[in-house]
Structures are given as structure tokens and as C-alpha cells.
């Protein structure tokens, strides 16, 4: 095996055991990109020279016994994430020359515990998600280049699903971790609202936006969210709560465990292959001792409209000033900033009301369970024409979104994992959603299900499809 297709945690062992290097390690992710990206265009800043400066240094840690949490290991961060003296576009030609003069929380955390920044990674304007970028162009899916990777965290989930990073950012306000991460087969973590701090991350919508780790395994997303959770005082909305040990996490027995099953709105859409890897996830999840049980959830189509209600009016508090500047602009960001101003402030308040009965259902609903679970998405990954050719963006995403954004909305958990390739050759998932705060129990359930399965270690034939 490629060390570009390792995990962190098949590197960082390696590296223990002098078996590879840090550099190794980033040539091998350099190699990849180099093989790979021109079909995929998921990098669009490639750190080449300053990375193998820094694996050079991690190589010196391990050998002198200072090796930190992910020392040497490379990662990626979206182009929304603030990094010192290297441009930060959100994916904008407004911002195509931006560069910020501090890092933000995340990237320092990341390089803190020795993790080797590589990339920026593709993204859709402002996170809007969508199906174009009008200034750097499509991003591909490594499992067959003519679908969508979701959005938006593209780069993010194409380069971690194709082996140009083991370790990426992303960032989800309705869905933009979790539906890249099911749509190009990796595993994608959104922890409670105000885990991660959020300093330095181009923002969308103030109560929805969260940031998390999207990894090629569980392992990996529990390590990396270890990393990057705790209080920053630059942001108030991040959480002062002790952060837990999530790799002892991992070993916790989830035999026993009962996993609530909301059906109605979630399963309502269902692509039948979506159907059918779902089922046979539960029956693995079963045959690890879990028990699987219905749970009522009413009301979640208002969750819905109340989460893009909010959306679409704090998008517009946050870019106001770009609404009129149209050139060049993907449609989906252009689309939710001119929307924006329809939405009445009293329809606003409703919506930001309405959360805590939403969430008083969610917690009801969970009352006898460990976590619920639901699909990963709706479908997999549809044909980037099929999106663009509809001449409507936002119909596909508020679809795409469905099992995603209304844990945004409620500010739960949520982890996806890969259950395989559906009929179509193309990966489908599944979503554990935990308490507020309890990212442990689904990392456990995550964990244990990739125990039993081996879904997480297909890799993509790419360049596919090219």
C-alpha cells in the first residue's frame, strides 16, 4: 500500500516504528497530487516546499522523542480557513488574492500537534455549495469523475477519498461535511454546535456553521477532533466544556447499545440503492450487538425551512455588501445572498424560536436511545451536468441537505461512515447523531461498525472515469 493511502493512524505508527518518515509521507501525498489532481481539482493551493521544510523538523521530533499528537502527518484545510502569509479565497474571485495576516484557531491547532499543512482545498463561494465554481472550476468526484464530490467541502472530501491527504478541514452549515464524506466514501464529523472554535473560518450562518475533521476513518476523526476542540476565546460561540479523550473513546463496548431508527422524513426520498446499503449497515450494526429500535421524530420538515430561513437571512448579514457584485459569481452564492433580503425579520426571530422546540423534540426522541441514525444522504453522488444543467442549485442542495440540516439546526453530533458502494458503483453512508456534547458515544458506534465492516478501506481507482 501507498502511504497516500494510508490513515493518520497507519502513519503515525509508521513513523514510530522507522519504518516511513514525515517525508516519506509527503512525497507520497505530493506524488498523488501530482498523478491525480489535474483530474480532480481538489487543491488550489499546493504548499510543496514549505511541507517538506516542516516533515523535515517532525523527522527531528521523532527522533528525539518530542513527537507530538500528529506529528508528520499531512493534512489539508478548505479555502475558507485562515492561513497566515497564504491565500484564502472562500472559493471567490472577491477574495482570489486574499491573504489573512493570522492563522485561524484550526490551522494553528493543526500545525501545534505537528500536523503538516500541504493544501487548501477547493471549495464552493462563501460554503454555499452548489454544483459550479465559476472562478476555479468544478471539483471531480475520485470515484467517477462526471458526479459531484457535494458541497462544500469538495477539495476537502475529493482529496482525502483520492489519497492527496489523509487529514482534512471542512466546514457544514447544512451539510457540507457530512455530504461530501458520503458522497465520496470517507468518514466526516460534525461535532456539537461550538465544539470547534470557529475563529478565522469565513463564515455563512452564525448559528449553523460548525467545523470538524473529515478522515479516511473513524481512528482518525477521533484523534483529529482531540486536536481541534476546545475553548478559543476569539470566538464566543465555542464551548467551554471540557474536551474528552476521544481515542479512549473508541474502545468504549457498544453491545448493549440501542440506536434509535427515524424513519418518515429521512427515508421518505431514499434512492433504492441508498435503501439497500442502508439496511444492510443496520444488520451489521445488529450483528455487533446494537439494537435497533424506531423512534417517532414529528415535525422535521420545519425544521427544515427554519434551518434554510436562518441561512439565507445570516448569510446575507455576513456578506450584505457583496449582493450587487454578481461577476463571476457561482450561482448557489449569488442565488442565497439574493434571497436574503426576502426573508422578514420577524420570519428570522420565528426561526431562531422555533430551535429550542426543535430541539426539546429531538431530545424527547432520544430519550430511550444511545444515538439515532439515519442515511449518510439521500442518493449518491449525482452527475455534475444533472446539477448544472437544471439551472437551479439550490433545489438540488436543499434536496441534497435532508438528512443533514437538521442537525445543524439543533446543534447535535453528527459522524458519517461509508457502508459501501451502492449498484451504481458509487459509496453510500450512514449517520450516527449523538447528544449535545456526546461525540464520544457515536465515535464508539463508528467505530464499532468499522470494526465488523471493512467499508472505509475501499479506495477509488482514480484517476476513474478520466
Not at 493512524?9 to 509527503?26: K, M, N
Not at 516533515?55 to 506529528?71: C, F, H, Y
Not at 470566538?235 to 424513519?263: E, F, N
Amino acid at each position: 500500500m501507498s502511504l497516500a493511502d494510508a490513515t493518520a493512524a497507519e502513519l503515525l505508527a509508521a513513523f514510530a516504528a522507522r519504518t516511513a518518515s514525515p517525508v516519506d509521507a509527503v512525497q507520497a501525498c505530493l506524488d498523488r497530487i501530482a498523478e491525480v489532481d489535474t483530474h480532480l481539482n481538489a487543491v488550489l493551493v499546493l504548499l510543496a516546499e514549505p511541507a517538506l521544510a516542516a516533515a523535515r523538523q517532525s523527522e527531528k521530533r521523532w527522533t528525539d522523542g518530542t513527537a507530538r499528537p500528529l506529528e508528520g502527518v499531512p493534512f489539508g484545510l478548505k479555502d475558507i480557513v485562515a492561513t497566515a502569509g497564504i491565500t484564502t479565497t472562500g472559493g471567490s474571485a472577491l477574495f482570489k488574492d486574499a491573504v489573512p495576516g493570522t492563522d485561524a484557531a484550526l490551522t494553528g491547532r493543526l500545525t501545534g500537534a505537528g500536523g503538516i499543512l500541504l493544501a487548501k482545498l477547493h471549495t464552493f463561494e462563501f460554503a454555499c455549495g452548489g454544483a459550479e465554481n465559476r472562478t476555479f472550476g468544478r471539483c471531480h468526484n475520485p470515484w467517477d469523475v462526471d458526479r459531484t464530490t457535494g458541497g462544500s467541502s469538495s477539495g476537502s472530501g475529493a482529496a482525502v477519498a483520492a489519497g492527496e491527504v489523509p487529514l482534512a478541514i471542512g466546514t457544514d452549515t447544512g451539510g457540507s461535511i457530512r455530504l461530501p464524506a458520503a458522497y465520496c466514501g470517507i468518514t466526516g464529523l460534525k461535532a456539537t454546535y461550538g465544539r470547534v472554535p470557529r475563529h478565522g473560518v469565513m463564515g455563512l450562518s452564525w448559528t449553523l456553521d460548525h467545523a470538524g475533521p473529515m478522515t479516511r476513518s473513524v481512528a482518525d476523526a477521533a484523534r483529529m477532533l482531540g486536536v481541534i476542540a476546545g475553548r478559543d476565546d476569539r470566538d464566543p460561540t465555542s464551548s467551554r466544556r471540557a474536551v474528552p479523550d476521544y481515542v479512549a473513546a473508541l474502545a468504549q463496548p457498544v453491545a448493549g447499545m440501542t440506536v434509535g431508527r427515524a424513519r418518515g422524513w429521512f427515508e421518505a426520498v431514499l434512492q433504492p440503492e441508498v435503501l439497500t446499503s442502508y439496511e444492510a449497515a443496520l444488520a451489521d450494526l445488529a450483528g455487533a450487538g446494537v439494537r435497533v429500535v424506531d423512534v417517532e421524530l414529528p415535525d422535521v420538515d420545519l425544521w427544515d425551512v427554519a434551518a434554510w430561513t436562518v441561512m439565507y437571512a445570516e448569510a446575507l448579514s455576513y456578506h450584505q455588501h457583496h449582493v450587487y457584485d454578481v461577476e463571476n459569481r457561482d450561482a448557489m452564492g449569488a442565488g442565497l445572498l439574493a434571497g436574503g433580503p426576502y426573508v422578514q425579520t420577524v420570519d428570522y426571530l420565528r426561526g431562531l424560536r422555533y430551535r429550542r422546540i426543535a430541539q426539546g423534540q429531538l431530545e424527547a426522541a432520544m430519550a430511550g436511545v444511545d444515538a439515532l441514525v439515519t442515511p449518510g444522504a439521500v442518493s449518491t453522488a449525482p452527475a455534475l451536468d444533472d446539477i448544472a444543467t437544471t439551472g437551479d442549485s439550490a433545489s438540488w442542495l436543499i434536496s441534497a441537505t435532508r438528512t443533514s440540516i437538521p442537525f445543524n439546526y439543533t446543534g447535535n453530533p453528527g459522524l458519517c461512515v461509508p457502508t459501501g458502494l451502492a449498484a451504481d458503483g458509487m459509496p453510500a453512508s450512514l449517520q450516527f447523531v449523538g447528544r449535545p456534547h456526546d461525540e464520544s458515544t457515536i465515535l464508539a458506534l463508528g467505530q464499532a461498525y468499522q470494526t465488523v465492516t471493512d467499508h472505509h478501506l475501499a479506495r477509488p481507482a482514480v484517476p476513474a472515469g478520466a
